[in-house]
């Protein structure tokens, strides 16, 4: 029998702590029917340990997986199960750091400021690792992002709580109305290939910003900026209406992804906020290497190593504008933790679903929730939040017992529209021109900007346009629901895009579909009408709102993002199989080595194994994986009706305790199929051994928790105190083990 192998990421946090436990009851259950599950290390540990192997012990060193991983995707064999992977912001890149020394590995402390050439090839090597470092590499295709049928059953049959909305909820969302990316965007589609360079023209001198930029014909290419005066401008007045109007401030980016231009836009609502404090005691901050970017935290920390008399006064002033501002957003009130603590703490995309679940309000210092003014400063999709915010006053909340579906296609193959984490974003040095210029000189774009203005250009290759068309089209086809392209003809890019598509829909039958091109603000109010008279609408979307909205619709849906499916059909053949959201996964890790209770819901791995083995069977021709396949969704299903995820509450089952019973109720429809006799006698014994020692089972791994964990990490867990943790049921691991 020919093996086909299928890659389980290695990466972080709970899901990464959810794979000792997940993982050998999977390579149990695939042994010897032809399917090999190995695994590839791409955590944020690991990648930072791959970018220095002449500083390590041989048995230290790390591959660069990352790059073996994006190698493998353009094989037509590929089949990638990624799990959520940190995208680091600079804070979690130090503390990463910090970690992996303490642990022995030497590793050069991260140079925020380098001076020298090594410190600026050591910030270099880093940067490959901040933000977006993993997806843009292994999304080599496009992306179909869905609920399972049987998940969006369940929620039906056990709907979550929404919160209420009514007329008189003051909660909104407000954007810039000029001098913002979309206000300034430009954009072109190339008639050939070219190689275009980035240049700043000033009257001191140009300065080229990027130059060997390769692009090809029919590639779309974006350029535009942020005016910071503009910027700080709008966060200023919203200061005001939000202390006016009572309401709290709250601002949602995305400091990790977008790693160039949004930590700069947070720190410059860190420095008005802290308004004349940041005059007054600038010779201090500049001693301390205060950096607004990196958030009031940090702020705290660097001072501490000033004089006390000075770290009271900066305290006493920084007391005093808290006293005279609107009160903040609170991360955790109980710690003091503001929205404007740490930039990776509020990301947009999970960030404001959550506001609009909850009835528009966020927590306060005092550990209520109150209604906020929610800052999303560019125009581009901010006014599609308000735009939920509105339908939700005026029709109130969605009941997920009736609701229908918004599945998500998204462009995103070949880097599309990476939005910020792309190497051609910078802060500008000096006021002049930037000018985007072909390799024979014809200009194809140019901006007037002023220091510190954020410029940054994107791209959209043609190939994985015509791709995405096409998986519109099929799933609209598949399904029979709307496809809505989320494009406004008013913005540059998408004028570009809309030519496109509407090109390459002649390519395909459409005949009996509706497929309809809205800007944002209406493709959203369409399909919130959809779905609550009951009916699906498939969002079709760029990459940034692919980000958004396969957050937004799940949590209102189905009460959280994790649980969804996420295809990624690759354009070489092979398959990518993402399995949900990682944004709780930090709260998750902290429960669980407090009191050994893990609540993350493997829910998206079961279902991403799942697509993963239907894949293999159909490609490989491998008729055991397509067993595997169909009853490993038997399984979740029974899974779901028996209401087997991981419970709020200590003593109850938790995601280990999820596993088993997932592991049961595979073997036992195994042993039920008939389209496999082998797989059938395989599994009868161990099925009635899972059945036989459930009460031990679960008294084994109900009774390991309560008591502290202690992993020997949390970037980088000790390998054997993980698993120790995380397969405490020796019962239940002689029977896998033994399989």
Known sequence: MSTSKIVWTQIDEAPALASYSLLPIVQAFTRGTGVEVETSDISLSGRILAQFPERLQEDQRVEDNLARLGELTQDPSANIIKLPNISASVPQLK???????????????????????????????YATVLGSAVNPVLREGNSDRRAPQSVKNFAKKHPHRLGPWTAENRARVVSMSEGDFYGHEQSVVMTADDTLT????????????KDGVSVLEGEIVDGTFMSVSALRAFYAEQIEAAKSEDL????????????????????????????????????????????????????????????????????????????????????????????????????????????????????????????????????????????????HKKNGALDPATIGSVPNVGLMAQKAEEYGSHPTTFVVPAAGTVRVSTADGTVLMEHEVETGDIWRMARVRDIPVQDWVKLAVTR?????????????????????VIAKVERYLLDHDTEGLEIVVLPPVEAITYCLEQIRAGKDAISVTGNVLRDYLTDLFPILELGTSAKM???????????????????SAPKHVQQFVKENYLRWDSLGEFSALGASLEHLATTQDNAKAQVLADTLDQAIATFLDENKSPARKLGSIDNRGSH????????????????????????????????????????????????????????????????????????????????
């Open 95 to 125: 503390a990463a750091i910090r970690e992996l020394q303490g642990q022995g590995y030497d590793i050069p402390d991260y140079p925020s400021d380098p001076s020298t050439d090594e410190e600026r090839e050591t910030q270099s090597r």
């Open 198 to 209: 980035i240049t700043l023209m000033t009257p001191q001198g140009d300065t080229v910003l």
């Open 248 to 391: 709290l401030l709250s601002l949602h980016l995305k400091a990790t992804m977008m790693k160039v231009s949004d930590p700069v836009l947070f720190g410059h609502a860190v420095s008005v906020w802290l308004g004349e404090v940041m005059d007054t005691h600038a010779d201090a901050f500049r001693e301390a290497g205060v950096n607004p970017n990196l958030g009031l935290g940090a702020l705290h920390s660097s001072i501490e190593a000033l004089p006390q008399e000075t770290q009271e006064a900066i305290r006493a002033d920084i007391d005093a504008v808290f006293e005279q501002r609107p009160a903040l957003a609170m991360v955790d009130s109980d710690k003091g933790i503001t929205n404007l603590h740490v930039p990776s703490d509020v990301i947009i995309d999970a960030s404001m679903p959550v506001v609009i679940r909850d009835s528009g309000q966020m927590w306060d210092a005092k550990g209520g929730q109150r209604e906020t003014l929610a800052m999303v400063p560019d125009r581009s999709y901010g006014p599609m939040y308000q735009a939920v915010v509105e339908e």
């Open 476 to 496: 609209a086809r598949a399904t029979g629901a709307p496809a809505v392209f989320y494009l406004d003809d008013a913005r540059a890019h998408d004028r570009n």
């Open 565 to 583: 499916l996420s295809v990624v059909p690759l354009l070489n053949g092979g398959g990518l199989f993402e399995t949900g959201a990682g944004g």
């Open 660 to 739: 088993y019973y997932l592991a049961l109720y595979w073997a036992r429809a195994l042993a039920a199929q008939d389209a496999d006799a082998e797989l059938r006698e395989r599994f009868t014994p161990v099925a009635q051994a899972l059945g036989d020692g459930e009460e031990q089972i679960t008294s084994e791994l109900i009774g390991a928790q309560g008591e502290p964990v202690d992993l020997g990490g949390y970037y980088r867990p000790d390998p054997q105190r993980a698993s120790a943790a995380m397969r405490p049921s020796p019962t239940l691991n002689a029977v896998v083990d033994g399989m």
